[in-house]
């Protein structure tokens, strides 16, 4: 079976990327709460674009071999058992523990393209400090990744009294100043509408990836390595909240997209003082992304590639935005998310807007890479930016 890990599919779900695309054209929509699709051959080329987008990454992940995969059932099902015996799945939040302000930090003048010319930004940095619990299965493991102890954060602020400062958590594959900085059109927020703006990289993306690809080791069906992700992902983001409140700011809100709507999304669960939450095109049930985008070779070969679900829903359970309660008032948390998204499926924004008390959300006709471009999109945040007294 060697042979599969070089055939990990080139064409990942290649009959559902044309079914996928023709459901787009048509308009057809299978959720209830979405909005049918406005049929158009973009929306269906969007819709074809998100699956290749799938297979282009399952390919550069490349198939683990059948003793890869007893290894990371055998280390979810411990995993499983040392939640149980802590009281973390009856009580989630208290997994996450509160984290120590940041005292010391190094800054760094940088430029990059934003738009048609370059503009400085700032580069910071500072000691995670993250550690899992004391016996956590994969504690070890985790910490032995040297380039991840260390946070990075992007800053745009202007010079003057204070303002309103807008975190910015990103997606999957970005962490770069190019691609963050431009993916969340940081023109538009800071010189149009004067935030002051702070780009936190995520664990294992940008400057702290260790893989070809920022983030791909995410990709892997190593659950472990995505529990201790996403809690480390919160405690930085975490952080990057209190350093931003020691300098004084007017508000503070928080915007996050796709991977990085998860992030705020939990974020949200665990901090309070916050003048909006706004999760663009967010993934909120890592197992049902991870079955939905799983390559077919795991499907077709499930003897040696069987997962069991309910350990890694058990596990994840404890870093699912579904399990904890917002502390943010409902009036402040915000939602937009694509009708033909097909790496993140419109069912994810509608269980969060449920989830969340059903807030405002915003429903718009685009895929999932494709969707930050979507004009509508700034519209959006712009709007309940000013609506929460950010701007």
């Not at 523990?97 to 048609?116: K, R």
């Not at 946070?151 to 770069?176: D, I, K, Q, S």
């Not at 419109?346 to 008390?357: E, I, M, S, T, V």
Request: net charge neutral.
């Amino acid at each position: 079976m060697s042979w599969l890990r070089w055939l990990t599919v080139p064409g990942i779900h290649a009959g559902s990327l044309l079914s996928e695309g023709w459901d787009a054209y048509r308009g057809a929509s299978q959720w209830n709460e979405v909005p049918l699709l406005e049929p158009s051959l973009g929306l269906a080329l969007g819709a074809m674009l998100d699956r290749s987008f799938t297979a282009a990454t399952n390919i550069l992940t490349g198939v683990p071999s059948p003793e890869e995969m007893r290894r990371f059932n055998s280390e979810a099902a411990a995993m499983r058992d040392f939640l149980v015996d802590g009281g973390w799945l009856d009580d989630p939040a208290a997994f996450h523990p509160e984290p120590p302000s940041v005292e010391q930090w190094t800054a760094q003048e940088g430029s990059t393209w934003i738009g048609p010319r370059r503009r400085p930004f700032q580069h910071i940095s500072w000691t995670s400090e993250y550690e899992p619990h004391p016996g956590e299965p994969g504690r070890d493991h985790w910490l032995s990744r040297e380039g991840n102890r260390a946070m990075h954060a992007y800053v745009l602020e202007h010079a003057g009294g204070p303002r309103p400062w807008l975190v910015c958590v990103h997606g999957f594959a970005m962490g770069t100043p190019l691609i963050t900085l431009n993916g969340f059109n940081a023109k538009r927020l800071h010189e149009d509408l004067g935030l002051n703006l702070i780009f936190p990289c995520l664990p294992l993306h940008g400057p702290r990836a260790s893989g070809r690809l920022s983030g791909v080791e995410l990709l892997a069906p190593d659950y472990l390595n995505l529990l201790h992700t996403f809690t480390q992902a919160v405690w930085d983001v975490r952080r990057t909240l209190a350093w931003v409140r020691s300098r004084e700011p007017k508000a503070v809100g928080l915007y996050g997209v796709s991977l990085g709507g998860y992030i705020c999304a939990l974020t949200a669960s665990l901090v309070s003082r916050l003048a909006c939450v706004i999760a663009a095109i967010p993934m909120v049930d890592l197992t049902a992304a991870a079955r939905d985008n799983e390559p077919w070779i795991f499907r077709r070969y499930d003897r040696e590639f069987e997962v069991d679900w309910e350990v890694i829903r058990a596990v994840t359970h404890v870093v699912s935005p579904l399990s904890l309660a917002p502390r943010v008032p409902r009036e402040r948390l915000f939602i937009c998310a694509g009708t033909a998204d097909r790496v993140v499926r419109p069912n994810h924004a509608r269980a969060l807007w449920r989830h969340w008390g059903r807030p405002e959300i915003h429903w718009f006709s685009s895929s999932h890479v494709l969707g930050m471009m979507h004009p509508s999109v700034l519209d959006f945040v712009e709007r309940n930016t000013r609506a929460s007294g950010m701007v």
